[in-house]
C-alpha cells in the first residue's frame, strides 16, 4: 500500500547555509545528517509537526544532485510517498506502465529502502518510494 507523504527532497548547493534558512523557517533545528554513499550525497532532515524535509547536498559530481541543480537549480528534487511493502509497490507500478529508475530497492537516508520512478512517466516529478527497514 502507498501511504502519506514521508518527505519532500529539496536539493540545495550549500547544506550549512540551508541548515540555517530552514532551521528559521521550521523554527526548529536538525535532527539528522547522513551521508548516503550510493548517491553520493549529505542529507539534513527536518520535522515539521507531521512533516519531514530532507535537504540533499551533491558530495560529488556524480551524484543524481549535482546534475539536478545543473539543470535546474536549486529546489524540491523529490516527493517520497511511504510504502509499507516497497517491493509489492515496486511490481504493482511496473504493471501500471511506470519506469524506475533502479531495479532492485537501495538503502536511502533515514532507515529506509528506496526506490524512485523515471520523472519523464510522471509529469516530471520525481517520485521516492521509501519504507522503513525493520531489523
Ligand atoms: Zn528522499
Redesign the pocket.
Known sequence: MIGKI??L?IAVKDLAKSEKTYAAILNTMAYKREIVESEHVE?LFFKSGENKI?L?QALSDASPIAKFIEKRGEGIH?I?FDVDDIHAEMQRLVNEGFQLIHDTPKR??DN?L?CFLHPKHTHGVLI?L?QEIRE
Do not use: F
Open positions: 514521508e518527505h527532497g542529507t530532507e540533499l523529490h517520497a536511502g537516508a529506509k528506496i521516492e521509501c
